[in-house]
Nanobody, 126 residues
């Protein structure tokens, strides 16, 4: 089981930027795809971005494409989410997650991810 701890959330004005980090420990990190998800109050958890085990392939939700960038540093067991041009509708709890199986293609779904962090709150004011 992979354990993750997210950080970097906070309050930012619309148009601003934040960088989320997710530090992983436990099983081998480098062989597993990672994802970022978010959940706003009263809404279901949704996929935001995913990255394959090597970092060579990424997937984004349409709502964040061209504004958010996911990356990973396997030497540091860390995955990042750079969020630019933030909008009030980006306000949510953001979660980092690890894929259940190694060396799999990232798909924009929660069901493939079995290890979850505790979340970090992002609030964007208008």
């Amino acid at each position: 089981q992979l354990q993750m701890v997210e950080s970097g959330g906070g309050l930012v004005q619309a148009g601003g930027s934040l960088r989320l980090s997710c530090a992983a420990s436990g099983r081998t990190f480098s062989g597993y795809a990672m994802g970022w998800f978010r959940q706003a109050p009263g809404k279901e958890r949704e996929f935001v971005a995913g990255i394959n085990w090597s970092g060579s392939s990424t997937v984004y939700a349409d709502s964040v494409k061209d504004r958010f960038t996911i990356s990973r540093d396997n030497a540091k067991n860390t995955v990042y989410l750079q969020m630019n041009s933030l909008k009030p509708e980006d306000t949510a709890e953001y979660y980092c997650a690890g894929h259940t199986y190694p060396y799999r293609v990232v798909k924009p779904t929660t069901s493939d991810f079995g290890s979850w962090g505790q979340g970090t709150q992002v609030t964007v004011s208008s």
